[in-house]
């Protein structure tokens, strides 16, 4: 029998510096500080203003912040998984760049698309790969520059996201710690709310599409939200039955950072009181890939071995799930 568990042993971030108030908000979009802080939550939103910068460059420095935290020869790295939906060229995986670039240079490296859920799917990918005993260090990035597919005149979108990065990595652990269960789901029918139109092998670019505002995310709000508080809320709920967990074995819900309500419904579905819920929507937005390991950076030193982490995401496509994880390592 396998004894085996793939455990989180170091996190590392990165955001940009400039921050994209909503009073900076309010005068370029018909919007103001009181309607989106009430609806989302978010009071403001980091953006990476350099224009030869892509993801890779987030992923790049959230990973290296990872590898001074750790101490850790990045040759001893055996795979690299990125999480992203903003790839920085179609085709050439942006995870293979970034490899390259922090010195993993005996990894093999992969991206992974599930929109915001990227990141709650590659912890399982992560595991899977720890679990089978060949790998020993898979470093898992969650990275998106946002800012790069939002049109900044659609008061529905440009109020929601921003840019960031996050990382973690998974190591074998023999004491039980680790990834314990995950419930992950997905369903077709909803990509119609949530996508880009143009830039696909459906509809490539043209320059009809560049005229439309077709490159840029088109969600439609309501569709979204109704989906993702019944189905995070689900997801959290079913697996913390299925481990006979109570809400006062639950030290931390970590949950994408897509909407303050999303996140409040699906706390009270768990019956997780307000003080072990992870949340920073308000300094990010929604990073997409990113929100997941953000969090993880922010509230690490408030966590502690043993310490059962329930994540919950909801992303495009649509893509949800949820992962129980106990921590284990002390980080001061």
Not at 134 to 162: H, Q
Not at 249 to 268: E, G, M, S, Y
Request: aromatic share 10%.
């Amino acid at each position: 029998m396998n004894n085996i568990s793939a455990a989180i042993t170091a996190v590392g971030a990165y955001v940009p510096e400039f921050r994209l108030t909503n009073k900076v908000l309010e005068t370029m979009v018909d919007t103001n500080d009181e309607w989106i802080t009430t609806r989302t939550g978010i009071k403001e939103r980091r953006i990476l203003k350099d224009k030869d910068k892509g993801t890779s460059y987030l992923a790049i420095q959230a990973a290296n912040d990872l590898i001074r935290k750790k101490n850790l020869d990045p040759a001893e790295i055996d795979l690299v998984l990125l999480g992203t939906a903003t790839p920085d060229l179609p085709v050439a995986s942006t995870a293979v760049y970034v490899a390259s670039e922090i010195g993993a240079v005996n990894a093999f490296a992969y991206d992974i698309q599930a929109a915001c859920s990227n990141f709650l799917y590659g912890m399982s990918t992560a595991a899977r790969y720890i679990e089978s005993g060949k790998y020993k260090k898979v470093l898992l990035i969650g990275a998106d520059k946002m800012s790069s597919i939002i049109d900044y005149t659609d008061r529905t979108t440009c109020i929601i996201f921003g840019d960031g990065a996050g990382a973690v990595l998974f190591e074998p652990n023999e004491e039980g710690y680790g990834l314990k269960d995950e419930f992950l789901r997905s369903d077709g029918k909803g990509r119609q709310f949530l996508k880009i139109e143009a830039g696909g092998s459906l509809m490539p670019a043209s320059e009809d599409t560049v005229k439309n505002n077709l490159h840029f995310v088109y969600q439609d709000g309501k569709s979204v939200f109704k989906f993702a508080v019944s189905n995070m809320a689900d997801v959290a709920a079913k697996i913390m039955e299925r481990n006979e967990l109570e809400h006062d074995d639950v030290q931390w819900l970590v949950p994408h950072q897509a909407n303050k309500r999303i996140i409040d419904a699906t706390a009270n579905r768990m019956g997780v009181e307000a003080d072990k819920v992870m949340m920073n929507i308000q300094r990010y937005g929604n990073t997409t890939s990113a929100t997941l390991p953000l969090l993880l950076a922010d509230y690490e030193k408030q966590l502690k071995k043993g310490d059962n982490l329930i994540f919950a995401a909801f992303g495009g496509g649509f893509t949800w799930g949820s992962i129980y994880l106990t921590w284990a390592y002390d980080s001061n």
